[in-house]
């Protein structure tokens, strides 16, 4: 293919992070048992990089494709969600826009299957590995991201002009898509002004789909571990709020009944309420005992830069917008759970009501009948 005009890469990393739930939090015995070390103690609130291997990538695009090598990382967050990380090396010619595309078309051969067919078999080996023998829930929800390092490319630019000449392709892999659209102008500006970088040289392009990295080379596995658990934050936000969804349902119907039904608290609509409500304050525990010091960057580093930089990720992903989502629910049904308590409470108050005045009437009547 001719590459005259189309931004190439001779070497650099494509990063692709697979986040997914494991099944609830994770006891730390078990970890360390796992990975026999006394890391969890110093990195608790990170993701904990438990194992690692080596694979053979294939990126394909059309009738272009490259061999590379892949290495392949499992980074587990206790709080309840693992991140599979596969590095691929590239050190062969390849075009910016193939590699957008072989993303896309799900073209990426990683261990003889297509990416997302290796991410589901090594998903499930995992949860395996961390959740030996047990029956486990797991949920479906899962978050992919996708980082790009460029190390040797052409046309040589620096930061500036790389935004500058291939605005439009680079917002297009920030932007997850492939598609003919016609970019806005405001659109690219809004993803190209996302640069998370420390030095005026260096380029790390966020975004709510992947990261475009140009140096950075003292500070990017830094970096990469705080987006690491910003996509771990959001992923459990979004598990969170589908438990509450469901529990929600439940609730729901418990309402319906109380309003159909006379007999309300004599029915198991009740305890169904309560059990919801339960569940739901245990994940209402969780966030306040554990996740909440999470979302304060001043908990997670005492670095000002990185303050900064973290921030700028849970922005990004909108990891706060999720967080009062969930909340709000829990609340909601925390008052559901309230009303449904005081209008079961008002019928039991009026059935003891009636009781009382029968037992009232049949003492004044049993004399009666007994003259």
Do not use: C, M, P, W
């Given at each position: 293919m001719d590459a005259s005009g189309d931004l190439t890469i001779?070497?650099?990393?494509?990063?692709?992070?697979?986040?997914?739930?494991?099944?609830g939090e994770l006891d730390k015995s078990q970890l360390k048992k796992l990975i026999g070390s006394d890391i969890i103690a110093e990195r608790w609130n990170k993701p904990i990089e438990v194992e690692q291997s080596e694979g053979v990538a294939v990126v394909a695009a059309g009738n272009e494709k490259i061999t590379c090598n892949a290495n392949i990382y499992t980074d587990v967050f206790i709080a309840g969600v693992t991140l599979l990380r596969t590095e691929v090396e590239i050190r062969d010619r390849v075009l910016f826009n193939d590699i957008l595309v072989a993303l896309h078309s799900n073209t990426i051969i990683v261990e003889g299957l297509d990416f997302q067919s290796f991410a589901n078999k090594r998903i499930n080996e995992i949860r395996e590995k961390l959740n030996p023998g047990k029956t486990v829930s797991y949920s479906p929800v899962t978050k992919r991201y996708t980082l790009l390092k460029l190390k040797e490319f052409a046309p040589k630019l620096d930061q500036k002009s790389?935004?500058?000449?291939?605005?439009?392709?680079?917002?297009?892999?920030?932007?997850?898509?492939?598609?003919?659209?016609?970019?806005?102008?405001?659109?690219?500006?809004?993803?190209?002004?996302?640069?998370?970088?420390?030095?005026?040289?260096?380029?790390?392009?966020?975004?709510?789909?992947?990261?475009l990295i140009l140096g950075c080379e003292d500070y990017i596995k830094e970096l990469r571990e705080l987006l690491e658990?910003?996509?771990?934050?959001?992923?459990?936000?979004?598990?969170?709020?589908?438990?509450?969804?469901?529990?929600?349902?439940?609730?729901?119907?418990?309402?319906?009944?109380?309003?159909?039904?006379?007999?309300?608290?004599?029915t198991q609509a009740p305890r169904k309420l309560e059990k919801s409500l339960l569940k739901v304050s245990e994940i209402g525990l969780v966030i306040l005992d554990d996740i909440e010091d999470l979302m304060n960057p001043h908990k997670i580093t005492s670095d000002w830069y990185y303050h900064s930089a973290y921030q700028k990720m849970l922005n990004t992903l909108r990891v706060g917008e999720f967080e009062k989502v969930v909340q709000h629910k829990i609340d909601s049904l925390q008052e559901l759970y309230t009303t449904a308590r005081e209008l079961s409470t008002q019928q039991l108050t009026m059935i003891l009501e009636v009781a009382i005045v029968v037992l009232i009437l049949w003492e004044i009547l049993i004399p009666v009948f007994k003259i």
């Open positions: 001779f070497n650099g990393k494509l990063t692709i992070l697979v986040a997914f739930g494991h099944g790389l935004k500058e000449q291939y605005g439009e392709v680079i917002t297009r892999f920030l932007s997850g898509e492939t598609s003919i659209r016609a970019l806005h102008s405001k659109e690219i500006t809004e993803k190209l002004a996302n640069d998370l970088s420390y030095y005026d040289e260096d380029l790390f392009l966020a975004s709510t789909e992947g990261v658990l910003a996509i771990s934050l959001l992923l459990l936000f979004q598990i969170y709020d589908r438990k509450i969804d469901n529990e929600i349902t439940n609730a729901f119907d418990s309402i319906t009944k109380l309003r159909s039904s006379r007999y309300y608290f004599l």
